[in-house]
């Protein structure tokens, strides 16, 4: 938080009161990515605020809603500064990749905060959480659903037991202005996320998720890229948009439920649905009809996410249900 500091990220640099738009090259372990970097180093001091969208490379409006944040942001009027990466997997961006990284098959969003000695997808999690994270005071990581899912827009951040963390994320949370808030409690359950991550390393972090199914509209990218101008007003780091967004509405946990069995998923519910326990969801049935699933509801809640994809694999998602 020192004004006139220069702002880097690999052997790209922003002065203070600039604002720095290129690709930045890192080889890991053979393979050369070609990382898309904006630098915004702000005209009075203020936090640093990073941005990633793309972690998973299916996923559009995130990437687009980054972007344009990226052109939008001047550095006369920030204060504080900003990293945004609006493509941080690359490789999986350019293969339009489902859920993993081709190179050796992982979930990136799995392996945070990383190994610079694991495989591919494991060093570059190492690499992006070192030099792009650990340099926030924010961190907001940008989703959707993947190509093969349909989601409501949410938010979510983790309890961690700092308050100082805890309170700032929940103030994120607040003023994204989408209604949706899961708020995580799970502290032994982290998962190798990017959020989970910065917030167990201290930095307070929102997941934000809007689209899906391989199409982006201007709608999500509006949802996505007015929250985090929202963030940036509410700290006091950005003017304001005029639209404050939906009011949050906690949500205290969520069942994920997944495939037991491959063959073609039938769906009977859509996102945003409530549901009750025991309800009847869908079913798993094999080429010739006949069920071999039936997806029976565990808890009353509301519809989060949907895979919408008729080819199911076992032991891969089917939908999520809040409450
Ligand atoms: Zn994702």
């Not at 999986?92 to 610079?116: C, H």
């Not at 929202?230 to 939906?246: K, L, Q, W």
Request: with cysteine; glycine share 10%.
């Amino acid at each position: 938080m020192s004004l006139n500091s220069n702002l880097s990220l690999s052997d790209l640099i922003a002065e203070h009161g600039t604002k720095v738009a290129a690709k930045t090259t890192i080889n890991i372990q053979g393979v050369d990515i070609h990382l898309p970097v904006y630098l915004i180093n702000g005209s009075e001091a203020g936090p640093t605020l990073v941005v990633t969208a793309g972690i998973h490379g299916g996923e559009y409006p995130c990437v687009e809603a980054a972007t344009r944040l990226g052109q939008l942001i001047e550095p006369q009027q920030l204060k504080g500064r900003m990293i945004i990466i609006p493509s941080a997997n690359p490789v999986a961006f350019k293969a339009r990749s489902i859920y993993i990284t081709p190179v050796d098959g992982l979930n990136l969003n799995r392996q945070f905060p990383g190994d610079e000695n694991g495989t591919f997808t494991r060093a570059w999690a190492a690499w992006l959480f070192n030099n792009v994270m650990k340099q926030a005071d924010m961190y907001i990581d940008m989703h959707g659903g993947d190509m093969i899912e349909a989601l409501i827009p949410f938010v979510s951040y983790n309890i961690t037991g700092n308050p100082a963390v805890d309170d700032t994320a929940s103030a994120m949370a607040d003023s994204y202005g989408i209604r949706a808030v899961l708020v995580k409690n799970d502290p032994g359950g982290l998962g190798g996320t990017t959020y989970a991550a910065a917030a167990q390393a201290g930095i307070p972090a929102l997941l934000t998720e809007a689209g899906g199914q391989g199409v982006w509209r201007e709608s999500e990218v509006d949802i996505l890229q007015s929250g985090v101008r929202r963030v940036m007003s509410r700290f006091n780091m950005y003017e304001s948009i005029p639209d404050p967004g939906e009011k949050a509405e906690r949500l205290s946990g969520w069942s994920w439920l997944t495939a037991q069995e491959d063959g073609l998923f039938y769906p009977e519910v859509s996102i945003g649905d409530n549901v009750v326990a025991g309800q009847n969801l869908g079913r798993i049935a094999d080429i010739f009809g006949e069920t071999l699933q039936d997806v029976v509801c565990p808890a009353s809640g509301e519809i989060l996410f949907l895979v919408t994809s008729l080819a199911m694999n076992a032991e891969d998602p089917l939908m999520a249900i809040a409450y």
